[in-house]
């Protein structure tokens, strides 16, 4: 159970849920990126919610600003959420001019926001990082199955489980409590629907 439950936590890294949730629109409707190449549209959101923030957290672990990439202690995942908090707006304005789908502006505008939030809740509580992104993920999959064209229901119940089956992982490892798992979760839903409600202000 504890290697299925990091295979799990680093397979859906927080940073990594932006490529995920990509991949899974590429490949249940690649008509969404018509005139994008597919390369390019997963590169361009790997590199910017992935690449370039793991890379400015590994500087503030060589510079000890951080003592280890897990950041139990809240504090030090001030840093590191500045930094992903700059990294997300950019990509944010990069989606804004490409040809990404409305979908992704309004995922990408809703993790920005999710962020925000968590950077001002993290000066009080901890939160659980990896519930935010699935919870976030699972928001934005619940909003493709009212408006896609493709039936998303069966996508939406596999990303259920695996939302339950990430916070029994986060659990089971003692990352976190089970107050910090319900309280990421609802960061992460709650930023999708103010992306929702702000991305015609944006």
Same mark, same amino acid.
């Given at each position: 159970?504890?290697?299925?439950?990091?295979? *799990?936590?680093?397979?859906? !890294?927080?940073?990594? $849920?932006?490529?995920?949730?990509?991949?899974?629109?590429?490949?249940?409707?690649?008509?969404?990126?018509?005139?994008?190449?597919?390369?390019?549209?997963?590169?361009?959101?790997?590199?910017?919610?992935?690449?370039?923030?793991?890379?400015?957290?590994?500087?503030?672990?060589?510079?000890?600003?951080?003592?280890?990439?897990?950041?139990?202690?809240?504090?030090?995942?001030?840093?590191?959420?500045?930094?992903?908090? $700059?990294?997300?707006?950019?990509?944010?304005?990069?989606?804004?001019?490409?040809?990404?789908?409305?979908?992704?502006?309004?995922?990408?505008?809703?993790?920005?926001?999710?962020?925000?939030?968590?950077?001002?809740?993290?000066?009080? !509580?901890?939160?659980? *990082? !990896?519930?935010?992104?699935?919870?976030?993920?699972?928001?934005?999959?619940?909003?493709?199955?009212? $408006?896609?064209?493709?039936?998303?229901?069966?996508?939406?119940?596999?990303?259920?489980?695996?939302?339950?089956? $990430?916070?029994?992982?986060?659990?089971?490892?003692?990352? !976190?409590?089970?107050?910090?798992?319900?309280?990421?979760?609802?960061?992460?839903?709650?930023?999708?629907?103010?992306?929702?409600?702000?991305?015609? *202000?944006?």
């Amino acid at each position: 159970m504890k290697i299925i439950s990091k295979i *799990l936590s680093y397979i859906f !890294h927080p940073l990594l $849920i932006p490529t995920w949730y990509v991949a899974l629109l590429l490949y249940v409707n690649p008509f969404y990126f018509a005139g994008m190449s597919k390369p390019l549209s997963i590169a361009i959101i790997w590199l910017n919610t992935f690449m370039f923030p793991a890379i400015s957290i590994l500087l503030l672990k060589k510079l000890d600003f951080i003592d280890s990439f897990e950041m139990p202690d809240k504090k030090e995942r001030i840093l590191p959420l500045v930094a992903c908090i $700059i990294f997300y707006v950019w990509s944010y304005l990069a989606v804004k001019k490409t040809n990404y789908p409305i979908v992704v502006h309004i995922f990408m505008l809703g993790t920005v926001a999710s962020l925000f939030m968590t950077f001002v809740i993290n000066v009080f !509580h901890k939160l659980s *990082l !990896h519930m935010v992104g699935i919870g976030g993920a699972l928001t934005a999959i619940l909003l493709l199955v009212f $408006i896609s064209p493709i039936d998303m229901s069966n996508y939406f119940l596999c990303a259920v489980l695996l939302c339950g089956a $990430i916070a029994s992982a986060r659990i089971y490892l003692q990352a !976190h409590t089970l107050r910090e798992v319900y309280s990421g979760f609802m960061v992460g839903m709650f930023g999708q629907v103010l992306g929702l409600m702000l991305i015609h *202000l944006f």
